[in-house]
């Protein structure tokens, strides 16, 4: 006769002898700069990536999400040569990340060559998502947020500006979008100064720019180097010098603004993101992220980071988890959702994204500096891209 257990044992052979699982692994490259100066770029994205499989799941189209994280250190042959390996021994079905515009660059061929869909969670140039009709954007984009700015500034008596950006790519954007949109409003740019990407001295720049004596100052810096504008325009005393410090939301960076001190205090940006941007989904993300990561506040990094992943679990429930590259970016085109940061839309012909820009100004909420926004642009395209063809 045989027993019940003896049933039971021989059904669980068989679940053991089945097949593991009927479908590899998906596996994302996730190439950051967690070290060097935008470190703070990686721990955000990574932290952020990691919580929405931690509340997703990490299975998904019947497909189990393996993420391989590499170190770039914000050098773009090493971030090409990592993603050539994770595209040729690891064999990912996507590749993620890109803290900077120079690396997402260098590695844009490799997505073309490899039909491997890649998702720009940090980059905010223009250009970037023309280089391959494989990338998809979810970070932003920086004349969305110069033109706001610019806006903002010529509509509420500011009527001259000198503009201080950091030396590369979204820098020249940034500077270049500010200028004409505030031209176009009738305002003067004394003076345009640039400083470069490695090793900045504000120090000097800042008081180049005081002395030209704008009702104004513009400034893009990266995340990361928000803190450093920061001391030196306190040490410098800029902020009792009646000169405005206005800017993108790169500069007021919520994983450094509390940490800025209070001469930041009625400094007014424009951004995609505030980690007190007041919706329920936003509230639950800050809560979810500050429970997952102790001391940390997410930043705009930190939602680009979440929302890519989203749009990729999204494509692959879309595609039936197919690791087709064409058949992802195809299911991410149009796409829209709501994420912390509010609506967002992935451009079907442009695959960049689309979203609120806020104008917020910093302030002390419940003994913490946070930017208050106070004005929405609403589903601003990349102005860059957004102007008819001839
Ligand atoms: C970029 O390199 O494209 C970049 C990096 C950090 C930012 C904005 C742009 O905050």
């Known amino acids: 006769m045989i027993s019940r257990r003896t049933i039971l044992a021989a059904g669980l052979v068989a679940v053991l002898a089945a097949p593991a699982v009927a479908q590899t692994p998906f596996k994302v490259g996730l190439i950051l700069p967690m070290t060097g100066q935008s470190q703070s770029t990686g721990k955000q994205i990574e932290a952020a990536v990691k919580l929405y499989i931690a509340q997703n799941g990490d299975t998904v189209a019947g497909r189990k999400i393996e993420v391989i994280v590499r170190d770039d250190a914000g050098v773009a042959d090493t971030t090409k040569r990592q993603a050539q390996e994770l595209i040729v021994r690891d064999k990912v079905g996507a590749l993620a990340g890109f803290g900077l515009t120079p690396l997402a660059m260098a590695t844009a061929p490799l997505a073309s060559q490899a039909k491997v869909p890649m998702i720009v969670m940090a980059a905010a140039t223009s250009i970037i998502p023309n280089q391959s009709p494989f990338i998809v954007r979810s970070s932003q984009v920086l004349p969305q947020t110069a033109v706001a700015m610019a806006q903002w500034a010529a509509e509420n008596g500011i009527k001259s500006a000198v503009t201080l950006v950091s030396d590369y790519a979204p820098g020249i954007d940034a500077e270049t979008w500010f200028v004409k949109r505030f031209k176009e409003l009738g305002g003067e740019v004394k003076e345009s100064l640039r400083t470069p990407l490695a ?141 912390p940061r509010g609506p967002v839309l992935i451009d079907a012909e442009t695959r960049d994204v689309v979203h609120n820009i806020y104008i917020r100004r910093v302030e002390r909420v419940d003994g913490e500096l946070y930017n208050t926004e106070f004005a929405t642009i609403s589903m601003l395209k990349d102005p860059a891209k957004a102007a008819p063809k001839p």
Not at 278 to 301: D, H, I, L, Q, Y
């Open 199 to 339: 090793s900045p001295d504000f120090a000097p720049v800042l008081q180049r720019a005081a002395d030209a004596k704008p009702q104004a100052m513009f400034v893009f810096v990266p995340s990361g180097q928000g803190a450093a504008v920061a001391k030196q325009f306190a040490e410098r005393g800029l902020d009792k010098s009646g000169i405005r410090l206005i800017g993108t939301g790169d500069v007021t960076d919520d994983d450094q603004l509390n940490g800025m001190g209070d001469a930041m205090l009625g400094v007014v940006t424009s951004g995609h993101y505030s980690a007190s941007h007041p919706s329920a989904a936003n509230k639950a993300f800050v809560a979810a992220f500050k429970a997952a990561n102790p001391g940390m506040r997410p930043n705009f990094m930190a939602v680009a980071g979440y929302d890519g992943m989203h749009m990729l679990y999204e494509a692959l429930r879309k595609a039936g988890g197919t690791a087709d590259g064409e058949a992802l970016v195809a299911a991410m085109k149009g796409m829209s959702f709501e994420s």
